[in-house]
């Protein structure tokens, strides 16, 4: 069935670190995916999404491509603020008539100064 | 906009007791979702509604009932609760196609004693 698999945290990093979180999948179809983020005590809130392959999502710094080949979606970041420590989450969601989301187990970051 | 709305923020019940998690959205979207989110367990699919009038069960569904009352609200029943459902509950919410983005309430923790 349809999987997201991300990389274990804790990940711990001083600032101005260069982050990566590693994301791999497997699914049926042409899924889109999602990286999401929580901060401490709220939601989840949508970092950044690519909806086919080579497409490259981004927004506040981070950054993700879609690579169909590998069936991977790892974040990166180029220097990671003490505001980034949080929870991330990848997720997929495949074209089905359920649109169910399938989410990682989530992998958290803590940035020290 | 509020977005999507739950209540209550924070609950405690005995074992064996009852209650009802509301949810709200005011996005005019189609789908909505019940997670919860255990340590180490990422987010897991209790319920689904893909559209006003239809429930799915997720991941899952055991000890838990949903209510779609229109297209704005859905609901999570708990009947009998258990310790295992001491968690943190989400509710969600997109408009209905596998490239939107979902989006989460802030969250109900709830401690079954």
Aim: glycine share 10%; hydrophobic share 30%; aromatic share 12%.
């Amino acid at each position: 069935g349809d999987s997201v698999t991300q990389m274990e945290g804790p990940v711990t990093l001083s600032e101005e670190a260069f982050l990566t979180i590693n994301c791999t999948y497997t699914a049926t179809g042409y899924p889109s995916l999602f990286w999401y983020v929580q901060y401490p005590g709220e939601g989840l809130q949508l970092l950044l999404k690519a909806t086919k392959a080579d497409d490259k999502g981004s927004n506040k710094g981070f950054e993700a491509t879609y690579r169909k080949e590998t069936t991977s979606f790892h974040l990166e970041k180029g220097s990671v603020q003490v505001s980034d420590s949080a929870v991330y989450f990848c997720a997929l969601s495949v074209a089905s008539g359920t649109y169910k989301y399938i989410f990682g187990t989530g992998t958290r970051l803590k940035v020290l100064a | 906009n509020a977005g999507v709305t739950q209540t209550p923020k924070f609950q405690v019940l005995k074992t064996g007791q009852s209650m009802t998690l509301q949810c709200a959205q005011d996005m005019n979207h189609n789908s909505m979702y019940w997670y919860r989110q255990d340590p180490g367990m990422g987010l897991r699919l209790i319920y689904y509604s893909a559209s006003e009038g239809t429930t799915d069960k997720g991941e899952v569904p055991n000890g838990y009932n949903v209510s779609r009352l229109n297209k704005r609200e859905f609901s999570l029943r708990l009947e009998s609760a258990a310790p295992s459902q001491t968690s943190v509950y989400f509710c969600a919410s997109r408009r209905g196609v596998s490239t939107d983005t979902q989006y989460f309430g802030p969250g109900t923790r709830l401690t079954v004693l």
